[in-house]
């Protein structure tokens, strides 16, 4: 059922030219995706100054490695959902810009963009998300920096620490850790394409974490719209235009297909 809140916010959608979708952990739970503050939220079980800083990772790398190991084995048993989906068609149906933000390191919109590009003919490239805490898909060594792909499956258990083939530094999680900057030159283009924004969607945050939470003001004190999507009400739900509360798998589709 169309709720008149998700039908005025179609409208506003469709009359979009340049739109910004900004999302969090609640876009990916209806993908098996454990979100961070939720009931069973990851921090309501563990702490997070024991695993995502890189004190915890100095102290105990063993440890911080086994938890992510653990997060990247869930992550693969995941897949995009009908909201990763919308979204990624969305940015792929040419009639409009859409930058696609994400707070998340679990990939699911990276492979959504493949399986809707796949689905049109096309580039994944525009629906290819600016990932603002890293992805978990990815090692960085602690000490050149060097990227490559972790190796994922298996057995959780860490029984060599891995190293860096070029400078046989520790390698960790290509993921930002409490305490730690951002990548400079994805923020940057996270906060034009909001300052550029005619509509900026929110879905599925708390909106509690910034530099990020700070995408959705951007928008705002640019003259631009803000629409938050989420099962309940957050702290950016007096700074939104409209709040549609609804999970984001049944919203975005009704709200993003054929708009
Ligand atoms: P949170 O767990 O803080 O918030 C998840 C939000 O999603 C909540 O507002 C839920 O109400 C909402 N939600 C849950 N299920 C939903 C659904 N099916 N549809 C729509 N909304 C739903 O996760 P984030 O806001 O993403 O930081 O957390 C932000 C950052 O804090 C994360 O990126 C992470 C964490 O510490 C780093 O890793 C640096």
């Given amino acids: 059922m169309v709720t008149d809140e998700a039908a005025r916010a179609r409208e506003l959608v469709s009359a979009a030219r340049r739109l910004v979708v900004f ?3 609640g876009v990916s739970a209806e993908s098996g995706v454990p979100t961070f503050r939720g009931a069973d939220g990851l921090w309501k079980s563990h ?10 990772f100095a102290r105990d790398p063993r440890t911080v490695l086994e938890w992510y190991g653990w997060r990247r084995g869930l992550v693969s048993e995941c897949s995009p959902n009908p909201a990763h989906l919308a ?48 992805a978990l898909h ?24 891995p190293r860096c083939p070029a400078c046989d530094a520790l390698l960790r999680p ?38 990020a939470a700070s995408i959705p003001q951007i928008t705002a004190r640019a003259g631009g ?3 938050e999507i989420n099962v309940e009400a957050t702290p950016l739900s007096d700074v939104a235009d409209h709040t549609v509360i609804g ?13």
């Fill in 23 to 25: 999302t969090g952990a």
């Fill in 47 to 56: 702490r997070v100054e024991e695993l995502a800083t890189p004190e915890a």
């Fill in 87 to 134: 979204i990624a068609r969305f940015a792929l149906d040419g009639r409009r810009r859409v930058t696609i933000v994400t707070q998340n390191v679990d990939g699911l919109h990276r492979r959504a963009a493949m399986t809707a590009a796949a689905e049109l003919a096309t580039q994944p490239g525009p629906a290819e998300p600016l990932e603002l805490h890293g």
């Fill in 138 to 161: 990815r090692d960085r060594c602690s000490g050149c920096g060097r990227r490559s792909e972790a190796v994922v499956g298996g057995s959780a258990v860490v029984r060599e620490l």
């Fill in 174 to 211: 290509d993921v930002v850790w409490f305490g730690e900057m951002l990548d400079a030159s994805v923020l940057k283009r996270a906060f034009e394409s909001a300052h550029e924004a005619d509509v900026c969607l929110v879905v599925g945050t708390s909106a509690l974490v910034y530099p």
């Fill in 225 to 227: 719209i803000v629409m």
């Fill in 247 to 259: 999970a984001a798998g049944a919203v975005l589709p009704i709200m993003l297909e054929g708009s």
